[in-house]
Nanobody
Framework: QVQVVESGGGLVQPGGSLRLSCVASGKIFQIYTMGWYRQAPGNQRELVADINLRDNIRYADAVKGRFTISRDNTDVNKKTVYLQMDDLRPEDTAVYYC????????WGQGTQVTVSS
């Protein structure tokens, strides 16, 4: 089992920045990819960015050049992934979920990001 917990969402004005954090614990040795997804009302959940064990990174076209994913594995008991979000736009408003992929997918509870003036 893997436990996933996100933090860092909130309300920000257009053009502003937020940093999301995700901590995975438990059987972390099984994790090969961690990433961020988002779901806006009425939309399907979509990939924002992910990073694998080889540090290969994928970004959705909508966030390229504005969002940056990074990871920190210095603590042997957990894996941490960050999502730095700059130049936020109203269309980035969504619930953001962290995913830890093993043979199964583990999800956090989600954190709300609202971009509005």
């Amino acid at each position: 089992q893997v436990q996933v917990v996100e933090s860092g969402g909130g309300l920000v004005q257009p053009g502003g920045s937020l940093r999301l954090s995700c901590v995975a614990s438990g059987k972390i040795f099984q994790i090969y990819t961690m990433g961020w997804y988002r779901q806006a009302p009425g939309n399907q959940r979509e990939l924002v960015a992910d990073i694998n064990l080889r540090d290969n990174i994928r970004y959705a076209d909508a966030v390229k050049g504005r969002f940056t994913i990074s990871r920190d594995n210095t603590d042997v008991n957990k894996k941490t992934v960050y999502l730095q979000m700059d130049d936020l736009r109203p269309e980035d408003t969504a619930v953001y979920y962290c995913n830890a992929a093993t043979e199964d997918d583990y999800w956090g509870q989600g954190t709300q990001v609202t971009v509005s003036s």
